[in-house]
């Protein structure tokens, strides 16, 4: 075999084990045929969300496993190919095969990032929240500039975006915004952006075009639906209410509508100011702060499960897990996995999905990489 066509297989190889690793391909098989069994029994549909999500987790395992075989088969039918070719000294039938092969590897990666979307929310719609550092109008503007990638991202996914709660930067930018993304496996994606984002250019509010590092971070957690149950003590919460505000005068009211509930036990503060109607944004504050709390409880069970858990305090400032250099150099690095990209501009556009899956790849093996911060 051709170095070029081993490593395609390689690819493609790395690709289906790590799919097998998320599903814990033998227990995923078990499922299927328990779940295939139960779809044939005639009682099923007495209970019709019981039976939609029954019939949800089939599907998904089966296009998952079906998706592992198929590609094992046409990477083996491909081999045999170019092996045939090899043996006439058809260089044609080679090079076909090979093209098969590179075809094949490109679709096991695309596949391998649907397949680690198997946590219990990751189809959810999701939140994210970002938040500017210390700073001022350096890391208010970065932040915005952050909401803008996300947006863009979100919109080349086909997804629906929507501004929760806004607040705008003193001369620039933003303190803080909040939106809430709709698509199907938003979470799934998303959720890996959780953390701190840094920035290093030359500023343009800095007359003397002196070179400034700006942080802002990222929170992500899933919508929830009625079926997942989060208990909240109203004693436990703080409920303020002041008056709305946007990004150039958008949703000024006149009225204290806005809502910002902070759960006192766990510090989580959540805030609305999306409706003008007080009771409106009380709802989708209280919402909010359920799916936090739920998501706080997805990823301490999954540290928990990796026997690497971190009280939070470790996931503050100084613990970025990307930086964006602008000058004097172009560069984005990913300091979690190290993977990089020259091209800045592209991924401030909204182009994050190697990212993503990337740092996807790495919960579920678990492996770890040394990687040096860019200056």
């Known amino acids: 075999m051709r170095a070029e066509g081993q490593a395609h297989i390689d690819r493609i190889e790395a690709a289906l084990t790590l799919v097998r690793q998320s599903l814990d391909w033998d227990r995923a098989v078990r499922r299927l045929d328990e779940l295939n069994a139960r779809v044939e029994d005639a009682d099923l549909w007495n209970d019709p969300k019981q039976a ?4 949800r987790e089939r599907r998904r395992l089966d296009a998952s496993i079906g998706t592992v075989k198929e590609i094992g088969q046409e990477m083996a039918d491909a081999v045999e190919f170019i092996e045939l070719g090899e043996a006439e000294g058809d260089d044609a039938i080679v090079q076909e095969g090979l093209d098969s092969l590179a075809r094949l590897a490109d679709r096991a990666d695309a596949d391998k990032v649907q397949a680690l979307l198997s ?4 189809g959810n719609d999701t939140y994210l929240e970002i938040h500017a550092g210390a700073g001022g109008t350096e890391s208010q503007d970065w932040a915005e500039m952050l909401q803008r990638m996300y947006t863009r991202w979100a919109e080349r996914h ?13 001369q620039a930018g933003i303190k803080s915004a909040t939106l809430l993304i ?17 920035l290093v250019r030359i500023s343009p509010y800095d007359s003397s075009a002196r070179r400034h590092t700006s942080f802002s971070s990222v929170w992500v957690y899933p919508v929830i639906d009625d079926d997942i149950e989060i208990e909240i003590n109203e004693g436990d919460l703080k409920i303020d209410t002041y008056r709305a505000s946007g990004a150039g ?18 510090g989580i503060v959540v805030a609305s100011q999306n409706d003008r109607s007080q009771h409106k944004n009380r709802t989708t504050a209280m919402n909010m702060l359920k799916a936090r709390l739920f998501e706080k409880e997805l990823a301490e069970r999954e540290a928990v499960a990796s026997g690497e858990y971190q009280e939070k305090s470790e996931i503050g400032w100084g613990h970025q897990i990307r930086s964006y250099v602008l ?27 190697d990212f993503m899956a990337a740092a996807l790849s790495q919960r579920v093996t678990g492996e770890t990489v040394e ?3 860019v200056e």
Request: proline share 5%; glycine share 12%.
């Open 249 to 266: 005068g958008q949703h000024v009211n006149t009225t204290d509508s806005a809502v910002r509930i902070t759960h006192v036990p766990s």
């Open 158 to 170: 086909g997804y629906k975006v929507e501004l929760v709660d806004y607040h705008a930067g003193e």
């Open 182 to 198: 709709k698509g199907e496996n938003a979470y799934g994606y998303a959720k890996t952006e959780s953390g701190v984002h840094r």
């Open 371 to 373: 990687v040096e911060d």
């Open 52 to 55: 939609e999500a029954i019939m």
């Open 119 to 122: 946590g219990e929310a990751d």
């Open 327 to 353: 000058q004097p150099y172009q560069m984005v690095k990913d300091l979690r996995t190290g993977v990089t990209s020259p091209s800045p501009g592209d991924v401030l556009d909204g182009e994050i999905d």
